[in-house]
């Protein structure tokens, strides 16, 4: 296989799929709110903050199954390839069925008795989340071709689906608001068109491995212990994961209303695009290191981790800049004066997104070099703590509460935990590496701040591209700095030399 190829054309179509997500979401967000109303679009965003768990039942089987599949077809062992997927797709059944059962509890027991919902709310929520249900239950058996096509690496076909079902989505969405349905109609519309997505998927994991059978017959014990063995610590990270990030919108609803909801949804979906914009660099590190963790090769892993995290602080900080140069502005243009609310909080989320993505490097090492309990215990308290502090700060402080509850809690599991056990794993310490790290993007931060200042107050009325014009201005500034200020001129001649490497490699057949 081509292996530069794929990982090229992989990585592309992710960020075509990303750019399609965000343009579908500023496009529709707006266009949707309006039509639904404020209370309406929020009770959808509480309904899907409960299907959103049932990700949880995955048990964290979905990277040990990608990762005991692409062992087996490494060795060339196409029955052993059959039998892992046929054992999952009898367990993912399983979970399947238990996730419809939760769904149908949720529904008759947990909405009626929810505050803040009137009856009519209860009957709509009810039937979203039931719909909504159906379609994570039938996604969980499909997760087997999943894994068939990313041992494969058919990373840009399934990009390519992704892409197409997005949009096809969107068409429904606006047909559906613009003919005067409601929530009800517009979720089963776009759930009948994920599950058809499912077929499609299904076609290229066939194309991807000819010889795949599955078949109950098959089913192995050895397999599901050897994959749950692995799979439990990962499991706890998703749990955290999924917990914190959907229990804001939950604690939320319960105090302050759906209303809140959908206000403090907009905050949320812009930080969550500024972390998506620079997330992508953090995946393909993980590769990278695990390769260097099989070779005990401490010195090209010292060095991919400080690159790493070097260029994930510098493109977070960037974006992060541009973004608070017209967010204002932004926001009243995209979804209208009435969410200026949504201001406090996105400034709160943004920040928070830098030590995200920032040690997104620094979780990739410590799970390579297997102190994967660290990183879930991490998580687990970082989950904990948001919970604690959202309802602590909710009640005073609204929405603005719970951006800061967030955002102290990852603060402290990422700079406090994960970062000092990973500076002691590379023998380099703590104050050195932030210094090599975060040096290069706080000495870009001066001109470039200094840029968005002077170009504020000549956007007071700015149309929406003279807004985008302001943003990449300013991110020119920004990279013009970190490049020229910020990386030595050894640092620089490294990178051009790499890059250069990286060109004649995908250029070679």
């Given at each position: 296989?081509?292996?530069?190829?794929?990982?090229?054309?992989?990585?592309?179509?992710?960020?075509?799929?990303?750019?399609?997500?965000?343009?579908?979401?500023?496009?529709?967000?707006?266009?949707?709110?309006?039509?639904?109303?404020?209370?309406?679009?929020?009770?959808?965003?509480?309904?899907?903050?409960?299907?959103?768990?049932?990700?949880?039942?995955?048990?964290?089987?979905?990277?040990?199954?990608?990762?005991?599949?692409?062992?087996?077809?490494?060795?060339?062992?196409?029955?052993?390839?059959?039998?892992?997927?046929?054992?999952?797709?009898?367990?993912?059944?399983?979970?399947?069925?238990?996730?419809?059962?939760?769904?149908?509890?949720?529904?008759?027991?947990?909405?009626?008795?929810?505050?803040?919902?009137?009856?009519?709310?209860?009957?709509?929520?009810?039937?979203?989340?039931?719909?909504?249900?159906?379609?994570?239950?039938?996604?969980?058996?499909?997760?087997?071709?999943?894994?068939?096509?990313?041992?494969?690496?058919?990373?840009?076909?399934?990009?390519?689906?992704?892409?197409?079902?997005?949009?096809?989505?969107?068409?429904?969405?606006?047909?559906?608001?613009?003919t005067g349905y409601g929530l009800v109609p517009l979720v089963s519309v776009t759930t009948i068109i994920g599950l058809a997505s499912y077929v499609a998927y299904a076609a290229v994991a066939k194309s991807a491995f000819p010889g795949m059978r599955l078949s109950p017959a098959l089913f192995s014990r050895r397999q599901m212990r050897e994959v749950t063995a692995y799979s439990m610590y990962l499991f706890m990270i998703t749990l955290a994961i999924q917990f914190g990030y959907n229990i804001d919108n939950v604690v939320i609803a319960a105090v302050a209303g759906t209303s809140a909801v959908a206000v403090y949804s907009v905050a949320f979906r812009v930080a969550d695009y500024q972390r998506q914009l620079c997330n992508q660099f953090n995946g393909l590190l993980f590769p990278v290191v695990v390769r260097f963790s099989a070779a005990d090769e401490m010195a090209a892993m010292r060095a991919t981790l400080i690159d790493g995290t070097r260029f994930a602080v510098g493109m977070i900080t960037g974006v992060t800049i541009c973004l608070f140069t017209v967010a204002d502005r932004l926001i009243v243009i995209w979804m209208g004066a009435d969410f200026r609310e949504a201001l406090p909080p996105l400034y709160v989320l943004a920040l928070a997104g830098i030590v995200l993505v920032g040690a997104g490097p620094l979780g990739n090492l410590l799970l390579a070099r297997g102190r994967h309990r660290l990183v879930a215990y991490a998580c687990a308290g970082e989950a904990a703590a948001n919970l604690l502090l959202t309802l602590v700060l909710v009640g005073s402080y609204g929405i603005v509460g719970a951006a800061i509850g967030t955002a102290l809690s990852v603060s402290v599991a990422n700079l406090f935990v994960q970062m000092p056990a990973a500076c002691r794993l590379?023998?380099?310490?703590?104050?050195?590496?932030?210094?090599?790290?975060?040096?290069?993007?706080?000495?870009?931060?001066?001109?470039?701040?200094?840029?968005?200042?002077?170009?504020?107050?000549?956007?007071?009325?700015?149309?929406?591209?003279?807004?985008?014009?302001?943003?990449?201005?300013?991110?020119?500034?920004?990279?013009?700095?970190?490049?020229?200020?910020?990386?030595?001129?050894?640092?620089?001649?490294r990178y051009v030399g790499s890059l250069r490497e990286l060109t004649t490699a995908f250029r070679t057949p």
């Open positions: 296989m081509k292996t530069g190829w794929n990982l090229l054309t992989g990585t592309l179509t992710r960020y075509v799929l990303l750019f399609v997500n965000i343009a579908v979401g500023i496009f529709l967000m707006p266009f949707t709110v309006q039509h639904l109303g404020k209370a309406e679009y929020g009770l959808w965003m509480l309904t899907a903050s409960f299907t959103a768990y049932l990700q949880l039942l995955d048990l964290g089987y979905g990277n040990g199954l990608v990762r005991q599949v692409t062992h087996a077809d490494a060795l060339g062992d196409e029955n052993e390839m059959n039998v892992i997927l046929s054992t999952f797709a009898v367990v993912y059944s399983v979970i399947g069925f238990t996730a419809l059962v939760i769904v149908a509890g949720l529904a008759a027991f947990i909405l009626p008795r929810f505050p803040n919902l009137s009856p009519e709310d209860v009957r709509t929520a009810q039937v979203v989340l039931l719909v909504l249900g159906l379609r994570a239950a039938v996604g969980f058996p499909m997760g087997v071709f999943g894994a068939v096509t990313t041992a494969r690496q058919r990373f840009a076909a399934t990009s390519g689906i992704a892409i197409a079902v997005t949009l096809l989505q969107a068409a429904a969405t606006y047909w559906v608001l613009r590379l023998g380099v310490p703590v104050r050195r590496f932030l210094a090599e790290v975060a040096g290069p993007a706080m000495l870009a931060s001066v001109p470039a701040a200094t840029a968005a200042w002077l170009l504020r107050s000549a956007l007071t009325a700015a149309p929406l591209l003279e807004l985008v014009g302001a943003g990449l201005l300013v991110g020119s500034v920004y990279l013009t700095a970190f490049v020229a200020l910020g990386l030595s001129r050894i640092e620089r001649a």
